[in-house]
């Protein structure tokens, strides 16, 4: 029972961390209403690094294990954090919410892609099956017919396919060294190279913003999208990448437009159709078939 409640774990964090991702949508784009996108993606590495490195630095031992890390943690900062960040949050500004939701089924396609040619991943029908089948239900659930891929949006719709691009390899690349390294340490000192790039980004994008008409609220949202949006979910993937496949990790990306869609049956009074319902069935069946095998390879796997 023990060593199955283990092998399980993973896969409840990442829940969770799409949980905490999935707010960040809908928040953001009333943030960025008067906060720039170059500013928010400042604010958002910044809170977060400071978080991160002072969190280690109580722990104590903040250098990593190998002294090459230092140039994969750059490496990933650059991937992971600058980039995937300035490019999600530009081109969140750019698109239609549903665009971006669309976009997102190429996140676990370029995780395995990469993760094949790097030697992480096998090329298993049975794992793109359930890609594929999880991202024709995303497809379904946002309904295409919604998005608008036009000229007006074409240059966000790019952005969002670089971020996805990105991330992808930020999740292939990072699992050996969030193995060496721990969760922690590991995303401390990506966020804190990041932060070079982005803070001062972020800072000279704000200077061209009156904060005095920026509303307390706006702030909070700030922190919120900072430490529940980023700093939590950033350490759950780097524990998460520990323990399972990258290609897993990128599948439950899958999962947030459903969680979308079940926090408005909640909060918004909206409800259930029969295509919703098939919609989730197919990104569920497709998260299971990808991720089938790791929970049976996984019980040799113990919680640190």
């Given at each position: 029972m023990t060593d199955s409640r283990h092998a399980l774990a993973p896969h409840f964090v990442l829940l969770l961390i799409q949980l905490m991702f999935g707010t960040f949508p809908v928040i953001g784009k009333?943030?960025?209403?008067?906060?720039?996108?170059?500013?928010?993606?400042?604010?958002r590495v910044g809170i977060t690094a400071a978080?991160?490195?002072?969190?280690?630095?109580?722990?104590?031992?903040?250098?990593?294990?190998?002294?090459?890390?230092?140039?994969?943690?750059?490496?990933?900062?650059?991937?992971?954090?600058?980039?995937?960040?300035?490019?999600?949050?530009?081109?969140?500004?750019?698109t239609k919410a549903s665009n971006t939701s669309i976009l997102a089924v190429t996140i676990p396609i370029f995780a395995l892609i990469i993760?094949?040619?790097?030697?992480?991943?096998?090329?298993?029908?049975?794992?793109?099956?359930?890609?594929?089948?999880?991202?024709?239900?995303?497809?379904?659930l946002i309904d295409p017919r919604r998005a608008s891929f036009s000229s007006e949006t074409t240059l966000g719709d790019i952005l969002i396919i670089l971020n996805s691009l990105c991330y992808g390899i930020f999740v292939v690349v990072s699992k050996d060294v969030f193995i060496r390294n721990g969760a922690i340490k590991s995303t401390a000192w990506i966020f804190g190279f990041a932060s070079l790039i982005c803070v001062p980004l972020g800072a000279y994008s704000l200077s061209s913003v009156d904060l005095a008409?920026?509303?307390?609220?706006?702030?909070?949202?700030?922190?919120?999208?900072?430490?529940?949006?980023?700093t939590l979910p950033y350490m759950l993937i780097a524990w998460s990448l520990a323990r399972v496949n990258p290609s897993t990790v990128a599948v439950y990306v899958y999962l947030q437009p459903l969680i979308g869609f079940s926090m408005a049956v909640i909060f918004l009074d909206e409800h259930f159709t029969l295509w919703t319902i098939l919609s989730a069935t197919l990104i569920f069946s497709g998260v299971f078939l990808t991720t089938r095998k790791k929970?049976?390879?996984?019980?040799?796997?113990?919680?640190q």
């Open positions: 009333v943030v960025l209403q008067t906060v720039p996108p170059i500013a928010l993606v400042g604010f978080i991160l490195l002072s969190i280690q630095g109580l722990r104590g031992n903040l250098h990593p294990k190998d002294r090459k890390d230092y140039w994969w943690f750059l490496l990933l900062s650059f991937f992971g954090v600058s980039l995937n960040q300035l490019f999600f949050v530009s081109g969140l500004s750019l993760g094949t040619i790097f030697g992480v991943e096998k090329l298993r029908l049975i794992k793109v099956l359930g890609i594929l089948v999880a991202a024709i239900g995303v497809i379904l008409v920026v509303p307390p609220l706006t702030w909070a949202m700030v922190l919120h999208i900072a430490v529940i949006s980023t929970l049976k390879d996984s019980n040799a796997i113990t919680l």
